[in-house]
């Protein structure tokens, strides 16, 4: 019955023309929040997290972020719904996995992203942001943790 609902919603929003739903194989994960996904017909789409902002490479947990994403998803079907495309044609989107997992959420929730909320204003992530700064998980063991948003206008800078 969930997994009809969201069939449901993911088609009435994509019959309206706020997104597009699409599945396919993840075939390579770049890093936290972008990866390569194969569709059946054999396009290949790279994709960006709607919602969150993962570490840069040579920040701390990068790598561990990049670890989860593949674990999670890495050679599995996965659903994504487009809500946009960036700059570098990435479809920014929403990944489901494992029949109703939010990749985002899940990086979220386990202390590997940040809530992006420049581009988003979900609750739920926020939600799931303070819970796992409280409890001091993941990226929030560090004393003092840059978002990666800050990194790379600092980078920009020198």
Same mark, same amino acid.
């Given at each position: 019955?969930?997994?009809?609902?969201?069939?449901?919603?993911? @088609? /009435?929003?994509?019959?309206?023309?706020?997104?597009?739903?699409?599945?396919?194989?993840? /075939?390579?994960?770049?890093?936290?929040? %972008?990866?390569? @996904?194969?569709?059946?017909?054999? %396009? @290949?789409?790279?994709?960006?997290?709607?919602?969150?902002?993962?570490?840069?490479?040579?920040?701390?947990?990068?790598?561990?972020?990049?670890?989860?994403?593949?674990?999670?998803?890495?050679?599995? %079907? *996965? %659903?994504?719904? *487009?809500?946009?495309?960036?700059?570098?044609?990435?479809?920014?989107?929403?990944?489901?996995?494992?029949? #109703?997992?939010?990749? #985002?959420?899940?990086? /979220? =929730?386990?202390?590997?992203? !940040?809530?992006? *909320? =420049?581009?988003?204003?979900?609750?739920?992530?926020?939600?799931?942001?303070?819970?796992?700064?409280?409890?001091?998980?993941? @990226? !929030?063991?560090? =004393?003092?943790?840059?978002?990666? !948003?800050? !990194?790379?206008?600092?980078?920009?800078? =020198?």
């Amino acid at each position: 019955m969930k997994k009809a609902l969201q069939i449901l919603l993911l @088609l /009435v929003i994509s019959i309206n023309g706020y997104s597009q739903s699409i599945t396919g194989k993840v /075939v390579g994960i770049t890093d936290g929040d %972008t990866f390569k @996904l194969l569709t059946q017909d054999s %396009t @290949l789409i790279k994709v960006r997290l709607a919602n969150i902002d993962c570490p840069e490479k040579k920040q701390p947990y990068s790598a561990s972020a990049k670890q989860f994403v593949s674990d999670a998803i890495f050679n599995k %079907t *996965v %659903t994504i719904q *487009v809500l946009n495309k960036d700059r570098y044609r990435r479809s920014i989107a929403n990944v489901s996995y494992n029949d #109703s997992l939010n990749l #985002s959420y899940q990086l /979220v =929730k386990n202390g590997l992203a !940040w809530h992006y *909320v =420049k581009y988003s204003k979900d609750s739920l992530l926020q939600g799931f942001e303070n819970s796992a700064r409280d409890r001091k998980i993941g @990226l !929030w063991k560090e =004393k003092n943790p840059i978002p990666p !948003w800050q !990194w790379r206008a600092n980078k920009k800078k =020198k």
